[in-house]
């Protein structure tokens, strides 16, 4: 397998990527197609289509190999099941698969591009294929969710009133909802899940560098800076 595209993402360090696709709906990307794969022509008709499947290569974790059994987010990170009851990226051949919106592709000059939305991607993942998503065969009616419910969250978001400041000038100057997307970022939790502390945790989101802590219910956004 080779890479057909390369994804440029919202999320620019692993930290606070979503745990799957589908639950950050500001968080967008854009699939940047490659050559010989960024011809009009490859991606000719896919726009009638609301979502799509992307496949792509868990690149950054490679490294660190994979094993039978994993303790995944959602058993609260200290249960194992096996590597294929999960959807880790520390898996044989490292492949995953998002089932993301489809916004809007642009064919300019020799580039295609593909944006899209409610992504769990990380920027520069590179993507080994890309699918029309059909809810009438990718989605039957009586699947259950395992041991993974889709998850809830009861967690309250307070923004300092300079990060409010800072996102409304980001967003004016960029085009991108900052504000909302650290919002829906930080209502999923990122904190690994055996931390229920306060410290503060920096998260990274495009080229800006945001500071939080939760207070039992409430997460504070104490602080952004652009890197
Ligand atoms: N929807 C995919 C991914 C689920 S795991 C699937 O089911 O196959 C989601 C996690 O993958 C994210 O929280 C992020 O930490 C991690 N991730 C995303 N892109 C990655 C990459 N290129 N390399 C390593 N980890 C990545």
Redesign the pocket.
């Known amino acids: 397998m080779e890479p057909i595209a390369i994804v440029r993402s919202c999320f620019t360090d692993?930290f606070g990527?979503?745990?799957?696709?589908g639950l950050v709906p500001a968080a967008t990307a854009s699939l940047e197609m490659l050559p010989p794969y960024n011809r009009p022509e490859a991606v000719q008709g896919l726009e009638a289509f609301s979502h799509i499947w992307v496949f792509?290569?868990?690149?950054?974790?490679v490294a660190r190999g994979w094993k039978n059994m994993v303790r995944p987010p959602r058993l609260g990170g200290n249960k194992r099941v096996g590597v294929f009851a999960s959807?880790?990226?520390q898996r044989p051949n490292f492949l995953?698969?998002?089932v993301v919106r489809l916004e809007e592709i642009v064919a300019e000059g020799s580039g295609v591009t593909i944006h899209v939305s409610g992504v769990?991607?990380?920027d520069r993942?590179p993507v080994v294929d890309i699918k029309p998503y059909v809810p009438y065969s990718d989605s039957p009616a009586d699947a259950d969710n395992g041991f993974a419910p889709p998850p809830t969250s009861s967690l309250d978001i307070i923004f300092a009133p300079e990060v409010l400041d800072f996102c409304q000038h980001y967003e004016e100057r960029q085009g991108r909802p900052l504000q909302q997307l650290i919002s829906q970022v930080l209502t999923n939790d990122p904190r690994p899940a055996y931390h229920e502390d306060e410290r503060e945790y920096g998260l990274t989101l495009w080229d800006v560098n945001i500071r939080f802590a939760v207070h039992g219910k409430t997460i504070m956004v104490k602080s952004v800076r652009p890197l």
């Open positions: 692993k990527i979503p745990r799957q696709a792509f290569i868990f690149h950054q974790a959807r880790s990226p995953g698969s998002s769990d991607l990380l993942t």
